[in-house]
């Protein structure tokens, strides 16, 4: 073949035509080839397995409960004024005491008393002697009626004197009205007291039992009876086991909040409680016995709907489930799963339905 020949052969409209398909065709093939290697790409990160954190369901009992707060208080305490005037001479306690009832707390200068008291008795045995004399003759009508009687009234007068003159003293020693803790000591030694007073010289609290206070809604009136148990938590104590008990139950209910009162006795035979104290109260409505109990961070919930991925041979399952009673560590499943499953706790957020999954550690999370 000549140069010529060449020439128009490969300028020839069916050579460029030939030519373009197998260009065509080989960038065809490629693309094939690249897409090809995409695919397998995607496919190899699709099988890759999500890490999780997983645990099992376990089998227990779990309480209904109404949770809210109360301060502690005392059961029993008094505010000791003095029931007498006069200058505190002495004082035998401090805060902090512990003092039984009718323990000496202070006294006042009694010296007035005393005197008082002296001449109270003088008083009166002068007025008795006089009445012997005249009872005497009197039976004998050789004194007057009017005499006798004003004589005897002067005899009762100077008797209730008397008492009065030892009520005195007997209040210039101030005593314990109860047993208990000294909580408060306002008194000082050489101040002047007056009697009955507004200022309370000490405040004594019995804390071997102690009460809390709580507000319930009007709706939960029909959960709470006497005795009934309620779980305190109390953070400045370092204890969250408390057991205390339902003692009343107001009558009335609020109008202006719609609550009722409901006053916990708290039990505190080591006085290791405190009035004051702020404490977490979880009242046990009810007690579910071997119920199936899921960790409370593996329930999903949304659009009113609670669900939990179930790991079965490395594969998330995600399973709709019925929850009961709940707390703040398990949800109660009535429905949906039989309490040998394992579940996903930590990771599950973003999990699909029958994604791969590889448990891990839950530091291997963070």
Same mark, same amino acid.
């Given at each position: ?83 007498? !005037? ?15 009832? =009718? ?136 204890? !969250? ?8 139950? !107001? ?62 041979? =490395?594969?998330? !399952? ?5 929850? =009961? ?42």
């Amino acid at each position: 073949m000549d140069i010529q020949t060449i020439k128009r052969t490969y300028n020839s409209p069916k050579w460029l035509l030939s030519l373009a398909a197998i260009m065509l065709s080989t960038s065809i093939l490629s693309g094939c080839g690249e897409a090809e290697a995409v695919d397998a790409q995607i496919e190899e990160k699709e099988i890759v397995s999500i890490p999780v954190e997983a645990d099992s369901v376990t089998s227990g009992s779990i309480s209904s409960n109404y949770v809210t707060t109360a301060v502690l208080e005392a059961k029993e305490e008094a505010f000791v004024v003095a029931r007498a !005037s006069g200058i505190i001479d002495a004082i035998y306690v401090e805060e902090g005491d512990y003092v039984e009832k =009718g323990q000496v707390l202070a006294k006042l200068d009694a010296q007035r008393y005393e005197l008082n008291l002296l001449r109270a008795k003088a008083d009166l045995q002068g007025l008795e002697k006089e009445l012997a004399k005249i009872n005497k003759v009197y039976s004998q009508k050789l004194v007057s009626d009017d005499v006798f009687d004003k004589l005897t009234s002067q005899h009762a007068s100077a008797t209730a004197t008397l008492k009065i003159a030892e009520l005195d003293l007997k209040e210039a020693t101030i005593v314990a009205p109860i047993s208990g803790y000294i909580a408060e000591r306002n008194a000082k030694v050489g101040n002047l007291t007056e009697s009955f007073q507004r200022e309370r010289m000490f405040h004594i609290v019995q804390q071997k039992e102690l009460l809390g206070i709580v507000h319930l809604p009007e709706r939960e009136l029909a959960n709470i009876r006497k005795n009934q148990q309620a779980a305190l938590s109390i953070a400045a104590a370092g204890r !969250s086991n408390v057991t205390a008990y339902v003692e009343r139950i !107001s009558p009335v209910i609020d109008s202006t909040t719609g609550t009722v009162k409901v006053t916990l006795r708290v039990p505190n035979a080591d006085n290791s409680l405190l009035a004051g104290m702020f404490a977490q109260v979880a009242l046990e409505y009810d007690t579910h016995q071997n119920a199936t109990l899921l960790p409370r961070k593996a329930l999903l919930s949304i659009d009113n709907t609670d669900s939990v991925f179930v790991i079965n041979q =490395g594969v998330a !399952s995600k399973i709709k489930v019925t929850t =009961g009673f709940q707390n703040a560590q398990y949800v109660e499943i009535t429905e949906g799963l039989t309490g040998s499953e394992q579940v996903v706790i930590a990771g599950h957020h973003n999990l699909k339905d029958q994604s791969p999954v590889e448990v891990i550690d839950s530091n291997d999370l963070d």
